[in-house]
């Protein structure tokens, strides 16, 4: 599928409530909701075949709750609770929190390190089992990610 057509599907399947785009940064969008409030960056992984399910990874701030870089991601497919969940990007691995089709950074000191790198790298991968013990992988673009996560921080920096 082309690239520009995954995004247009990602962003119509946005909340309702993620009221203002931010714009589009190649793979990656940015949205902000001041309801909420929060602002974040958000992209598909890329589809290996028209049948296969996408996840999609996040990077999220809430003013309110002085929480900024927090990382996210939905999985393709649902791993059971004692899978390790791996994310490799560039030279940096990272074992990630996981329950079901989410999965998400250990801590403060994680986030932050899984948000430079992404600033640094081309692309990344995560990798899992999932329930029925078959190994998949979800890649993403990291083309964008830096501008998208900047325009996501000035976004809720007027909120």
């Known amino acids: 599928m ?3 057509l995954g995004l247009v599907a990602l962003l119509a399947a946005v909340p309702l409530s993620a ?3 931010l714009g589009v940064y190649s793979s990656w969008a940015a949205f902000r909701d001041a309801e909420t409030p929060r602002c974040y960056a958000i992209a598909q992984s890329e589809q290996r075949k028209d049948s296969d399910p996408q996840g999609y990874a996040s990077v ?3 003013p309110s709750r002085e929480v900024r870089g927090q990382f996210y991601m939905r999985l393709s497919r649902g791993v059971s609770g004692s899978a390790r969940v791996r994310l490799a990007i560039g ?3 990272f074992t990630l929190s996981a329950s ?3 999965a998400w950074a250990a801590d403060k ?3 932050a390190a899984i948000v430079a790198a992404m600033r640094s790298a081309p692309s990344m991968s995560v990798y899992a089992r999932s329930r029925n013990g078959r190994r998949f992988a ?3 673009s990291l083309e964008g990610v830096a501008t998208a996560m900047d325009a996501a921080l000035l976004g809720c920096a007027q909120l």
Do not use: F, H, I, L
Request: proline fraction near 0%; charged fraction near 45%.
């Open 2 to 4: 082309n690239r520009w």
């Open 100 to 102: 079901g089709t989410d």
């Open 91 to 93: 030279r940096q691995r």
């Open 60 to 62: 999220g701030t809430w």
């Open 19 to 21: 009221k203002d785009s």
């Open 109 to 111: 000191a994680m986030d």
């Open 138 to 140: 979800d890649r993403y």
